[in-house]
Nanobody
Framework: QVQLVESGGGLVQAGGSLRLSCAAS????????MGWYRQAPGKERGLVAR???????NYAASVKGRFTISRDNAKNTVYLQMNSLKADDTAVYYC??????????????WGQGTLVTVSS
């Protein structure tokens, strides 16, 4: 069993900052791609940022220059530092990890989601 636990969401004023964390636990051998996605009301879930095992990153155009994704492989944790937040960033944020379990099976797992609300 593998679980992702997210934290760090909340209410912030426009222009402010938040840091999201997502920690994986369970029978994990290795973690490949780690990513953050978000879903605003009435919209589809979309990629915010992802980070590969070697540290390469991809960002959605709407967050580039404001958000930074990072990972701590020793802690099986991915972070999302969000600066200069805008009302349009309001959404439920989900982490996702592609990993290999100790039985050598591959697994894609999602976090439960954390709500970020940016007031204008």
């Amino acid at each position: 069993q593998v679980q992702l636990v997210e934290s760090g969401g909340g209410l912030v004023q426009a222009g402010g900052s938040l840091r999201l964390s997502c920690a994986a636990s369970g029978s994990i051998l290795s973690i490949n791609t780690m990513g953050w996605y978000r879903q605003a009301p009435g919209k589809e879930r979309g990629l915010v940022a992802r980070i590969m095992p070697g540290g390469n990153t991809n960002y959605a155009a709407s967050v580039k220059g404001r958000f930074t994704i990072s990972r701590d492989n020793a802690k099986n944790t991915v972070y999302l530092q969000m600066n200069s937040l805008k009302a349009d960033d309001t959404a439920v944020y989900y982490c996702k990890m592609n990993l290999v379990k100790r039985d050598y099976s591959a697994l894609e797992v999602w976090g439960q989601g954390t709500l970020v609300t940016v007031s204008s």
